[in-house]
């Protein structure tokens, strides 16, 4: 007999708890979404590429007879492994910070209606977005300086190269 009542249970627990787990994939895809039509993710990928031309100069005076097609593909390489990054400080900072504000239906109308008063919620909280991921982007970052640092000597490497770093 209790067998027969733990199976509806079941079944019930089952039903309510699935469309979460869909329902956090969905936010996380308009979180992407959402940064992409505000322009977020090409900001933080150009702030990525700017980043590179320290490291290069960097590189460029510690080998003063790199070849330009070795310091090119050095560059490269270099430009991948950030954008790599990039992409574990979206997932790990950027696109929770909007998950948690922000429902489903909530990001769905920003996404569409950027007037609506939802829109201005974001409009209004979107500074502070940007604060807190410019906080956590320089530890981010120097913590990244070792497979960055990897990624050149590799490069080098691969072209014959034995980078002075």
């Known amino acids: 007999m209790a067998d027969h009542r733990l199976l509806p249970l079941l079944i019930t627990t089952i039903v309510l708890w699935s469309p979460l787990a869909g329902n956090a994939q969905d936010k ?11 322009d977020v993710s090409n900001q933080i990928k ?19 007879d ?26 790990k900072w950027a696109y929770p910070l909007i998950e948690n504000d922000y ?19 974001l409009v209004q909280k979107m500074p502070t977005v940007m604060q ?11 913590q990244s300086v070792p497979q960055i640092r990897d990624a050149a000597v590799e490069a080098a490497a691969e072209r014959k190269y034995k980078l002075q770093f």
């Open 28 to 38: 996380h895809a308009l979180a992407q979404k959402l940064f992409e039509v505000s």
């Open 46 to 64: 150009a702030g990525a590429l700017a980043a590179t031309a320290p490291i290069m100069e960097h590189i460029r005076n510690a080998n003063p």
């Open 66 to 91: 790199l070849p330009d097609d070795t310091f090119n593909y050095i560059q490269s390489k270099i430009q991948a492994e950030l954008s790599t990054e990039m992409v574990t400080f979206m997932e």
């Open 103 to 121: 429902s489903v239906e909530e990001l769905q109308y920003i996404i569409e209606f950027y007037s609506s008063e939802t829109g201005k919620k």
């Open 132 to 142: 807190q991921m410019m906080t956590h982007l320089p530890e981010f970052l120097q």
